[in-house]
């Protein structure tokens, strides 16, 4: 997949997101990839889904830096979902206790 961009429908809570999981169902099973990693985006939270219970898998979600007090809805959805969740504020601490905090890069 190197150098290839896939296009998907953008979508957040509305009807789009049953076409997000078709067209996730559809790359994930052509691709086959072993890491799933996101930095925000409401279309994670699909091929999260998909990823992480059809194809086995691992997920690393990075909770958007601009978030820095509140957390977003894709985060909150997504620290059920990520094997693994990284936040970059302390003061994400509270709404993500077995989250990692990682600094955010200067």
């Known amino acids: 997949m190197a150098g290839r961009t896939i296009f998907i429908r953008h979508s957040e809570r509305d009807a789009w997101f049953l076409v997000n999981l078709w067209e996730m169902f559809q790359i994930l099973r052509r691709e086959r990839p072993d890491l799933l990693l996101s930095s925000g985006a409401g279309p994670i939270v699909p091929a999260s889904i998909i990823g992480r219970y059809l194809f086995g ?50």
């Open 57 to 106: 898998c691992r997920v690393i979600y990075v909770e958007t830096m601009t978030r820095m007090r509140n957390p977003s809805l894709t985060g909150r959805i997504m620290y059920r979902l990520a094997h693994r969740f990284v936040y970059q504020w302390p003061g994400l601490k509270s709404p993500f206790p077995k989250g990692t905090l990682v600094e955010p890069l200067q």
